[in-house]
């Protein structure tokens, strides 16, 4: 398959999907079905990487926005946010397109362009969740 879903750590809190060049929109769903069942593997809060760097994108582009809006709605629950790496200029004016009209689907999605830029926005969030988590002083 194009399309690998993996942990990218140990501890099994960041979720790592990787396309390739040739990917298809059926890779893209049987790895939507993956990646739901990896994150059901755990509780606790997990962030995702998608790395597209390279991959490029397969033809029938929009006809497949209203399903992938449809999916982000439908993520996880215990998916905190995903960060999307490398998508390129093209990519990313589209996505900036979709992002305006399915803001709900989208608005727990950043982008990046490298995965390297992906890991301290992940732990700027997790101790940002830590903080808050923690007890009040007595």
Do not use: C
């Amino acid at each position: 398959m194009a399309i690998s879903v993996t942990w990218f750590d140990e501890k099994q809190s960041i979720a790592y999907i990787h396309l390739t060049p040739g990917w298809t929109w059926g890779d893209f769903w049987m790895m939507n079905e993956s990646f739901n069942e990896l994150a059901s593997t755990v509780v606790h809060p997990i962030y995702l990487i998608v790395d597209m760097t390279g991959a490029g994108m397969p033809s029938q582009f929009v006809p497949e926005l209203s399903k992938i809006a449809s999916i982000s709605e439908e993520r996880p629950t215990n998916l905190q946010f995903t960060v999307v790496v490398g998508v390129g200029v093209m990519l990313e004016t589209v996505t900036n397109i979709f992002s305006r009209l399915y803001k709900r689907a989208t608005a727990h999605v950043r982008f990046v362009s490298t995965v390297n830029e992906a890991l301290p926005l992940i732990e700027s969030h997790r101790q940002t969740l830590l903080s808050s988590d923690s007890p009040d002083p007595i």
